[in-house]
């Protein structure tokens, strides 16, 4: 496995695209508190998606026939690297910029990439992605929700659980089980697209610790889908569904969480005189840290970009990368502890307190740390 992972480097005329994104950012996100932008891919702003849609910063991969920009997965890396560094509220788009549409491009229809692809390039659609389920959490192979057949399509009944943004999204793809039962396991899923205006869906938002509310409940009573609603092939969806993870498990987002704290912590040390060496060594351990990791995210994008699906070594990065954000908050009290007559920013105080309260959570989304690190042994052959 680590021979797959060796250097990457991001090609010039897609590290180009760094320059204007950021000159782009420091004026829209101008005097925006840093408590704020710590959310990033957790901050939902459809009118910020739409002037990234307007750039053409949004299905930067996709064919330009679609209304993509035609570029490689390179560039969109530069693009994200950039978003989540300057802590810009992208989860309007982000589902579906990430995973739905390319998802949609490679085992959707003509006609479902016609009418979808099209308008989440312009930002004018959001979708949400319809996995865990109560009782099943990350694993997924237990699916209970069901898409049976009938003369009008598909009857979709069940819930999905801790479903982010659906209150906010136009459509869900949604692994549902259209054949055997919940000990069938990976045989029998399938993949649908879900019109979230239908009759007979209800969304629940979940208001969590920090007080946001972007997790969602969603259940499923008759909703009646037409018959074009399946994506890819009935029976296939266990195989789509883990080809999508590997861009949802690799990408900056999975390294980035924490990185507005710690540009804040950065600047808040710059400012003293004589900083502790505990700090200094914390700041060197996690710089580096960082480095390699973000080394592991481009190998793993080259992967991806030369057409593989390299779910273990995305779901190593994941690991490792989640482990890192979670570690950034707790390390970075521990060391202005030791300057407890220190004025603290208000700033890096708000920041300080949302990224401690959310860090649980960068463990369980997109696979929990038990789930992934399971992945990793089969894949180094100890399971």
Known sequence: MFDSLSLTRIPADDEALRAPVRAFLDKALEGV???????????????????????????????????????????????????????????????????????????????????????????EVFFCIGMSEPGSGS????????????????????????????????????????????????????????????????????????????????????????????IGAEGDGWNQVTSELAYERSGPERIYSSVVLLDEWLAHLRTRREPSQRSLALAGRVLSALAVLRSLSVSVNGRLAEGESPIVEAALVKDLGTTLEQFIPEAIADALGDD???????????TLQYVSQIAPAFSLRGGTREVLRGMIARGLGLR
């Open 33 to 123: 508190a840093p408590e704020v932008r710590a959310r990033s891919w957790g901050g939902f702003d459809a009118a910020f998606s739409r002037a990234l849609g307007e750039r053409g910063w949004i299905g930067l991969t996709l064919p330009k026939e679609y209304g993509g920009g035609g570029r490689s997965l390179y560039a969109r890396f530069v693009l994200v690297e950039e978003l989540l560094r300057a802590g810009a509220p992208v989860a309007a788009h982000w589902f579906a910029d990430r995973q739905s549409a390319p998802h949609i491009l490679k085992f959707g229809t003509p006609a479902q990439a016609q009418f979808h692809l099209p308008r989440i390039c312009r930002g």
């Open 139 to 230: 694993d997924l192979a237990s699916v209970r929700t069901r898409a049976t057949r009938n003369d009008k399509g598909w009857r979709l009944d069940g819930q999905k659980i801790w479903t982010t943004n659906a209150h906010r999204s136009h459509y869900m793809i949604a692994l549902v089980r259209t054949s055997g039962d919940a000990g069938s396991r990976q045989k029998g899923l399938s993949q649908v697209i879900v019109d979230l205006s239908l009759p007979g869906i209800t969304i629940r938002p979940i208001t969590d610790l920090t007080g946001d509310a972007h997790f969602c409940e969603v259940f499923f009573d008759g909703v009646q889908l037409t018959d074009d609603a399946l």
């Open 340 to 350: 407890p007559d220190a004025t603290l920013p208000d700033g890096l105080a708000r």
